[in-house]
């Protein structure tokens, strides 16, 4: 059973500090993607990453897919209260295209 | 370029009950996948329509249906509602069933069950 682990769970911080999400597998991976949602919204899509060792930025986070493709990270750069959400990290594999979720990362960003 | 819709936004219904969810793809999408997710949990995958035929399924009782029409869209159908069963439901639309296909979300059903 492919399973994705992330960690922290909860992170609360004061804006202008720097943090970095993990997602972790025991499973490798075809791709992995990064989403954000908002409380009672659907996830929206931050990048998707599919080859060991990519590193993709957008502003300022920066996501990274291991080289082996079982882990990836999100950091983000002096974070802003805007960033407050729920970040999710999803496994995608095997035939039919179903994507396997992490528990998320809860993350407030205190002004 | 429409996105995913789902509809309604918000049910309520009672156990033993039977629901009906909506989804329109994105345009040019003809894969449409469900999830379940639970509060505080990340999504749980049900299943996936790739040109109106199932295409992989979680690990969901066959209480759990679905469908997929010729324009895309799709309907997840549950009977026998089970308390358990109140959650955000989510479909989501891809270009292809692809293992590597990116995957848009719909802002989802919230079913509450009583």
């Known amino acids: 059973t492919q399973l994705l682990e992330q960690s922290p769970q909860f992170l609360s911080i004061q804006e202008g500090e720097n943090l970095t999400v993990y997602c972790n597998s025991s499973?490798?991976?075809?791709?992995l993607q990064w989403y954000r949602q908002e409380p009672g919204e659907g996830p929206v899509l931050l990048v998707t990453?599919?080859?060991?060792?990519e590193v993709k930025k957008l502003k300022r986070l920066t996501f990274q897919f291991g080289d082996a493709r079982k882990d990836s990270s999100l950091h983000i750069t002096a974070a802003q209260p805007g960033d407050t959400g729920l970040y999710l990290c999803?496994?995608?594999?095997?035939?039919?295209?179903?994507?396997?979720f992490g528990q998320g990362t809860t993350l407030q960003v205190k002004p | 370029e429409t996105g995913v819709t789902q509809s309604p936004t918000h049910l309520i219904k009672t156990r033993g009950q039977q629901v009906t969810l909506r989804c329109s793809s994105q345009?040019?999408?003809?894969?449409v996948s469900w999830y379940q997710q639970a509060l505080g949990q990340g999504p749980q995958f049900i299943f996936q329509?790739?040109?109106?035929?199932?295409?992989g399924r979680g690990n969901f009782p066959p209480r759990f249906s679905g469908l997929q029409f010729p324009n895309y869209s799709s309907e997840l159908n549950v009977n026998a509602l089970e308390l358990d069963d109140s959650a955000l439901y989510l479909c989501?639309?891809?270009?292809?069933?692809?293992?590597?296909?990116?995957?848009?979300f719909g802002p989802g059903t919230r079913l509450l069950v009583l």
């Open positions: 345009s040019g999408h003809n894969t």
């Open positions: 990453v599919v080859t060991g060792g």
């Open positions: 329509y790739y040109r109106e035929e199932e295409n």
């Open positions: 989501a639309s891809s270009s292809t069933a692809g293992a590597a296909e990116t995957q848009y």
């Open positions: 499973s490798v991976f075809s791709s």
């Open positions: 999803a496994g995608g594999g095997g035939n039919t295209g179903k994507l396997i």
